[in-house]
């Protein structure tokens, strides 16, 4: 799969931009492959983390204590290395890099690993210190799966507003049986904020209800800013890909 998506984007960068290589932010970004392949363990160590502070939910924790980074409301032991992901490696992340070996908790609806139950079968790809795509390989397990669900409705119910709740249809769909399956998700408009230098996905997506529009007043001719998103920062984008 990541194969499949660094050829996808590289022919992409061919035809549109007619080169490999690019301009984000001031920084010169190389699309020319093989794109690195990192384990997010490994990101964290070169982030300044040591193995034991690896080991543990605790001692990850307290690695983010020191460093400053905030990581109160998140639980769960991928949750707090996520968030220290997202803090201390993702802006590093300039150079096409797929991030592989996620935690199994933070990955509910992913097979995991063979040879380590608590890794799931999951990359993210990030270009210019932003998060482009994920892709996982499904989990097709129908008890397995319930047993994941079961444990997002308990996160839910301790606060965890992003756990997910349990579904039905979907494990009677599993139950009647799905062969192995994999799926990647592009974040199309970050792509485009990539490939046209936009610091602002209000510049490039396709349906703009929040970008800036210019008018006429009636009452002189004058223009009129109508923003309805006025305030929001120009780097304000969604969260997810």
């Known amino acids: 799969m990541m194969a ?9 960068a061919d035809g549109v931009l007619g080169t490999r290589k690019l301009t984000w ?11 690195r392949r990192l384990p997010l363990k490994d990101a964290l160590k070169d982030a300044g983390m040591s193995d034991a502070d690896l080991e543990t939910e605790a001692s990850a924790r307290a690695w983010a204590d020191r460093t400053g980074i905030d990581v109160s409301h998140h639980r769960g032991y991928g949750k ?9 490696v993702e802006p590093t992340l300039i150079q096409p890099t797929f991030l592989v070996d996620y935690p199994r908790d933070i990955s509910p609806l ?3 690993r063979e040879d380590d139950p608590e890794t799931a079968e999951r990359f993210e790809l990030f270009i210019g210190g932003k998060e482009i795509g ?7 397990d129908p008890d397995v799966q319930r ?12 606060g965890d507003e992003e756990a997910q709740m349990m579904d039905h249809d979907y494990l009677r769909a599993l139950e009647y049986g799905m062969p192995p399956t994999a799926g990647a998700g592009i974040g199309v408009d970050r792509l485009g904020m990539l490939f046209t230098d936009s610091p602002s996905i209000r510049d490039v997506i396709l349906f ?13 001719g004058d223009e009129a800013d109508a923003d309805p998103a006025e305030g929001a920062g120009p780097g304000d984008e969604p969260s997810g890909v």
């Open 134 to 140: 994920n892709a996982y390989s499904e989990l097709n």
């Open 25 to 35: 932010n001031g920084r010169e970004v190389d699309l020319a492959p093989p794109w």
């Open 4 to 12: 499949l998506v660094e050829a996808l984007l590289v022919e992409v």
């Open 110 to 112: 992913a097979k995991p």
């Open 80 to 88: 707090v290395l996520n968030k220290i992901m997202e803090t201390a």
């Open 147 to 158: 047993e994941r669900f079961e444990d997002q409705v308990r996160r839910r119910e301790m």
């Open 208 to 220: 703009p209800q929040l970008r800036r529009e210019v008018f006429e007043a009636e009452s002189g």
